[in-house]
């Protein structure tokens, strides 16, 4: 998977449906911010999704979503009810584009295209293993999601499942 660290340049509610929101999300690719619609309206105030640094994943197969395309998912924490949900919060200092990793070693493989991710159903098969720890890091597997400034955390989510 390709997690990387954005920024959210602008925000606003989905035209056409009231549950999402379109993010402009610079993460530090030549073309500029890319567009990612996620379903978080009833989770998080417009105004606290406005400059806010998150995690995505940035190699997911474009998806329409009620006629604006997607291209990645921010990442966020919820509860197991689903009634509290949290954006991951890269570190202050973490650069904008910086892939993120797993546990020690920092070294990365290329990540898999989207077409692969999407065929192989490779997020489907990680997705059961992110989590927040007790500490409310996220990790996968036990192994903690990590930037070159430090662990990525959630503000309260603490032993929640990472989606």
């Known amino acids: 998977m390709d997690i990387r660290v954005g920024r959210i340049v602008s925000c606003e509610k989905h035209p056409d ?17 890319r567009t990612i619609v996620s379903g978080l309206v009833k989770y998080v105030p417009l105004e606290e999704m406005q400059n806010r640094a998150v995690v995505i ?15 990645g998912m921010v ?10 949900v949290e954006p991951l919060t890269p ?12 546990g020690e070693a920092s070294e990365q493989g290329e990540p898999a295209k989207p ?22 890091v996220a990790g996968f597997n036990g192994q903690q999601m990590m930037t ?16």
């Open 17 to 33: 449906a009231d549950a999402l929101y379109v993010e402009h999300i610079d993460v530090g690719e030549a073309e500029g911010p």
């Open 57 to 71: 994943i940035a190699n997911l197969k474009p998806r329409n979503m009620r006629g604006i395309k997607s291209n």
């Open 75 to 84: 990442l966020c924490a919820s509860n197991e009810e689903h009634t509290a």
């Open 91 to 102: 570190p202050e200092g973490a650069a904008v584009g910086e892939r993120v990793w797993f």
């Open 115 to 136: 077409n692969q991710v999407d065929k192989k159903k490779m997020f489907e098969e990680v997705q059961p293993l992110l989590r927040t720890d007790g500490a409310r």
């Open 148 to 163: 070159s400034a430090g662990p990525v955390t959630v503000a309260s989510l603490a032993e929640a499942r990472i989606s």
